[in-house]
């Protein structure tokens, strides 16, 4: 099946850092990337939807300057926490979709701001 | 906006036995809704996705039933191994987004 990659796995970052997360689809072409996020033994929340050359689609209640999203080609998907708090902390998802609707997910980063 | 409910939380069964997650949706203009598998810490999976213009699927031991009717959907699990044990996401989508349910926890006891 079609692999989506993500890095880095994991980072720790001192309050007010700034922390940049990488999804790539390494075999297709995908016209669309999603980012979600996830606390522990919960659901995947929905962050944002981002169209290659296009602006993000934010969900309600994320802040766009907060979580940057730059979707600068095919295969390359970046999300930006900017000033991150300890509050950040969370496991960030990329999925990526080829032209179908079948998400392929990313391994996950999993963020810890201290 | 849609929104997914997932039940149970938890599941335990014996090996071999069935399992089975139960999801309903709120949008009726949704028309796509596939099942995951995520194991801790790792990637959710795909294991299983069925279109509002079929009403089962099945993939050896995996199937999945929607009810468009009553907006439900449910994955079946048979003969269930340990290695099933995970928690499983089931998820609704009309457009290219997908709305999640909050998972279940399965575990199978061997």
């Known amino acids: 099946g079609a692999v989506v990659s993500q890095h880095p796995s994991r980072v720790i970052c001192k309050s007010g850092t700034s922390v940049k997360i990488e999804c790539r689809s390494l075999d297709f072409q995908a016209t669309t990337m999603f980012w979600y996020r996830q606390f522990p033994k919960q659901s995947l929340m929905l962050m944002a939807t981002s169209n290659e050359g296009s602006k993000a689609t934010y969900e309600q209640g994320v802040e766009k300057d907060k979580f940057l999203i730059n979707h600068a080609s095919l295969t390359l998907s970046t999300l930006t926490v900017t000033s991150a708090h300890p509050e950040d902390s969370s496991f960030y998802i990329c999925s990526a979709r080829e032209t179908g609707t079948i998400q392929y997910f990313g391994a996950g980063t999993r963020l810890s701001v201290l | 906006g849609e929104n997914v409910e997932q039940h149970p939380s938890t599941l335990s069964v014996q090996e071999g036995d069935s399992a089975v997650i139960k999801c309903t949706y709120s949008?009726?203009?949704?028309?796509?809704f596939p099942w995951y598998k995520q194991e801790l810490g790792k990637r959710p999976q795909l294991i299983i996705d069925?279109?509002?213009?079929?009403g089962e699927k099945k993939d050896q031991r995996i199937a999945v039933t929607l009810n468009k009717t009553a907006k439900h959907f449910s994955l079946h699990i048979t003969e269930t191994q340990p290695e099933d044990s995970a928690v499983y996401f089931c998820a609704a989508s009309k457009t290219d987004k997908l709305i999640f349910g909050t998972g279940t926890r399965l575990q199978v006891f061997p």
């Open positions: 949008d009726s203009a949704s028309n796509y």
């Open positions: 069925i279109r509002s213009n079929v």
